[in-house]
């Protein structure tokens, strides 16, 4: 299978935007292909599956976060899952670092969330990733294998899953962890879906400063999946280079 190279452009990005970025990716061998995906706000869901659908491109769409609430109701301001797989969503990031910061998430929610996403067949991208101190401390092991631990809560039945091990200290920084650093940490997360999990098909990625430069060297990992990527995902020529490795 091919390695999954998914573009997070987090809360960026425009409709001009995604008009001219989606045009190219629908054009290039190297992008217009299930296993690229773009991961774009929301709101922007709906035009780009319309671009996708008139172009009749091959990459595939993830949302950036789902409402805990299921189906329809009365909670203001939420997208549920329901909504989402009507727009064409595959893939659905749960649990990143900055959600899990900014907008408190807690692992009750994100549980949620998880079984609202697997219902719907739409299949999670599930992050964890330390901070920077528990990684000085050497405790990350611990820390990665508490956020690990929810998958084992999970309701709803679910073959395939996605987990990105994207590490605080190497998102948006520059700092990229060496490919032994990469490498244990996903072996780690192999090694608790085959124990705990046995049944799922599991597909793991790296996040965190990827980019043109680095991408070859980290996807030609054996461990490692795909890749997911935020900042240079912004820019096709970049995007691109790291679609090629
Ligand atoms: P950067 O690639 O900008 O470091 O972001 C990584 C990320 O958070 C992807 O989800």
Redesign the pocket.
């Known amino acids: 299978m091919s390695k999954l190279i998914?573009a997070?452009w987090?809360m960026n990005g425009s409709i001009e935007q995604i008009e001219h970025d989606l045009s190219i990716y629908a054009k290039s061998i190297y992008t217009n292909n299930p296993s690229v995906v773009l991961?774009l706000p929301n709101i922007y869901l709906y035009i780009a599956s319309q671009i996708k659908n008139k172009l009749g491109a091959k990459f595939s769409l993830a949302a950036q976060d789902v409402s805990e609430f299921a189906n329809y109701g009365a909670y203001t301001g939420e997208v549920s899952a329901t909504m989402l797989k009507g727009l064409g969503t595959k893939y659905l990031?749960i649990g990143?670092?900055?959600r899990r910061t900014y907008l408190n998430e807690t692992d009750d929610s994100l549980l949620n969330k998880i079984d609202n996403t697997l219902n719907e067949k739409i299949t999670p991208i599930f992050?964890i990733g330390e901070p920077k101190d528990i990684r000085e401390n050497a405790k990350y092991i611990d820390f990665l294998q508490n956020q690990l631990e929810i998958l084992l809560k999970v309701k709803s039945s679910f073959d395939n899953l996605v987990i990105?091990y994207?590490p605080i200290w190497?998102?948006?920084?520059g700092v990229v962890p060496t490919s032994e650093q990469i490498s244990e940490v996903l072996k780690l997360i192999k090694a608790f879906v085959q124990n705990y999990l046995p049944h799922a098909k599991i597909t793991v990625l790296y996040?965190?400063?990827?980019?043109g430069v680095n991408a070859s060297e980290i996807l030609n990992l054996p461990e490692v999946n795909g890749v997911?990527?935020?900042?240079?995902?912004l820019k096709p020529d970049n995007f691109i280079s790291i679609c090629t490795y």
């Not at 190497?170 to 920084?173: D, N």
């Not at 997911?228 to 995902?233: D, R, Y």
Request: net charge negative.
């Open positions: 998914i997070n987090k991961a990031i990143h670092s900055e992050c990105a994207e190497a998102i948006g920084t996040g965190g400063s990827v980019s997911l990527v935020g900042g240079a995902s």
